[in-house]
């Protein structure tokens, strides 16, 4: 065979597999499990759904901007900020993959991102337009039942939060208020806060904060710099803690 017609034929190789990884990675993301092959390239071919590749360091997100869309991230590393209203802390995490951000957003009176997101590495990822998705959850029973139960395990979640019973312990108070402000309550976290800022959030001295602190950091659960907190891994510290 001819050197350009085997370039040719692994091409269309390479496309075919691409394509079709890509359409089971769409089957497997959450307000699509449960729709057949079929209802997906029904899907693909009446409505408008938007695949991107973004570099590393792309902002692709704004805190406060307005949601009129949810992104489903497909592949790749993405890293979340949210900063605080009063703007003297933050936290960043890194998200699995696949995620879906804006759901939680995209309808109601506050209708504004809640964090910044970034590409940490190359990302991709699938744009769903509001309109689009009201058509496919007014078209697809299994599509609306998904939205209703991601919505509801939000919902749940917060709710499950708000009535844990109190920490005894400092280490404990900290975790807490750790975990009252991340999107997931695992993997990587960094808190950018001071030990002044966090204690007038708690209501305890710096002083209290640093060695409470410290002895989290003794035991291997997170890292401290100068108003930087590293958590390698937020579900062990829950478990230590909470």
């Not at 009201?134 to 939000?154: G, H, M």
Request: aromatic share 10%.
């Amino acid at each position: 065979m001819h050197l350009k017609c085997i370039r040719c034929t692994f091409a269309h190789s390479f496309a075919s597999l691409m394509a079709q990884t890509m359409f089971d990675t769409v089957l497997s993301l959450p307000l699509f499990q449960g729709l057949s092959p079929d209802d997906l390239t029904r899907i693909l071919e009446s409505t408008r759904l938007r695949f991107e590749t973004l570099m590393p360091e792309t902002q692709f997100v704004q805190q406060d901007d307005l949601c009129n869309e949810v992104i489903f991230i497909l592949g790749g590393t993405v890293r979340c900020t949210t900063t605080a209203a009063d703007r003297m802390w933050n936290v960043e995490e890194v998200l699995p993959v696949p995620t879906l951000l804006g759901l939680e957003v995209l309808y109601g009176s506050t209708r504004v991102y809640p964090y910044t997101a970034y590409a940490d590495t190359t990302v991709r990822l699938m744009r769903v337009d509001k309109r689009t998705l009201a058509a496919l959850t007014s078209y697809f029973e299994v599509f609306r039942i998904n939205v209703l139960n991601t919505l509801s395990a939000l919902v749940a979640r917060q709710r499950q939060l708000q009535w844990m019973p109190a920490p005894q312990t400092l280490e404990g108070r900290i975790v807490h208020f750790m975990r009252n402000h991340v999107q997931r309550p695992a993997g990587y976290k960094l808190f950018r806060i001071s030990l002044s800022t966090l204690g007038a959030y708690l209501g305890e001295d710096s002083r209290y904060i640093s060695r409470a602190l410290h002895r989290l950091e003794k035991k291997g659960l997170l890292q401290m710099n100068r108003r930087m907190i590293h958590v390698p891994a937020f579900e062990n510290i829950i478990k230590e803690t909470l």
